[in-house]
T-cell receptor, first 110, second 115 residues
Framework: QSALTQPASVSGSPGQSITISCTGT?????????VSWYQQHPGKAPKVMIY???NRPSGVSNRFSGSKSGNTASLTISGLQAEDEADYYC??????????FGGGTKLTVL | QVQLVQSGAEVKEPGASVKVSCKAS????????IYWVRQAPGQGLEWVGM????????RYAQKFQGRFTMTRDTSTSTVYMELSSLTSEDTAVYYC????????WGQGTLITVSS
């Protein structure tokens, strides 16, 4: 069982927007702003899409955005494209210099 | 530009040890922790531990304590993770990542444990 809770799967049609949630506790997600989101295509390394809740690394499309409210962080993908189909993971810094991860969400573009 | 470059894939027999490296460049090495994450085949991401390159302090996830050892060499801006008493359950891709934010990741190192 993962420390952070994500939906196992989400889906959307091209052009639509989807949101993936990541729920933790006040000891992790709710207690700091070090929440990150990763995209992983089969057989590839995770790619950082969002860090520090809402920051996008250089080169990541602005269709990807992150936010947080209380103990729940969210990743929103707007203008869904076929290439967005992948697994998405959230992570959070937690007390004592530790990290916790969500179990991952499989995004299907219909 | 910031880069974390990891050592290549390894195949080890059960009971052996292996040392994975993560060489940092493009930033001040001692200013950011290095975190290690692993992903077993078909599984999700799992936090292994972290090291503070500034003072060599480490922290490990409970399940890895005692068998995993992280060290650093400030002269080469390299962090090492040694895994001992390997079992088939250690077969995974191991990643290093920079800082609490995890904003940069290495390319991953596949460790295969098989007789």
């Amino acid at each position: 069982q993962s420390a952070l809770t994500q939906p196992a799967s989400v889906s959307g049609s091209p052009g639509q927007s989807i949101t993936i949630s990541c729920t933790g506790t006040s000891s992790d997600v709710g207690g700091n702003n070090y929440v990150s989101w990763y995209q992983q295509h089969p057989g590839k390394a995770p790619k950082v899409m969002i860090y520090e809740v809402s920051n996008r690394p250089s080169g990541v499309s602005n269709r990807f955005s992150g936010s947080k409210s209380g103990n729940t962080a969210s990743l929103t993908i707007s203008g869904l494209q076929a290439e967005d189909e992948a697994d998405y993971y959230c992570s959070s810094y937690a007390s004592g210099n530790t990290w916790v991860f969500g179990g991952g969400t499989k995004l299907t573009v219909l | 530009q910031v880069q974390l470059v990891q050592s290549g894939a390894e195949v080890k027999e059960p009971g052996a040890s292996v040392k994975v490296s993560c060489k940092a460049s493009g930033y001040t090495f001692t200013h950011y922790y290095i975190y290690w994450v692993r992903q077993a085949p078909g599984q999700g991401l799992e936090w292994v531990g972290m090291i503070d390159p500034n003072d060599d302090n480490t922290r490990y996830a409970q399940k890895f304590q005692g068998r995993f050892t992280m060290t650093r060499d400030t002269s080469t801006s390299t962090v090492y993770m040694e895994l001992s008493s390997l079992t088939s359950e250690d077969t995974a891709v191991y990643y290093c990542a920079r800082g609490r934010a995890g904003d940069y990741w290495g390319q991953g190192t596949l460790i295969t444990v098989s007789s």
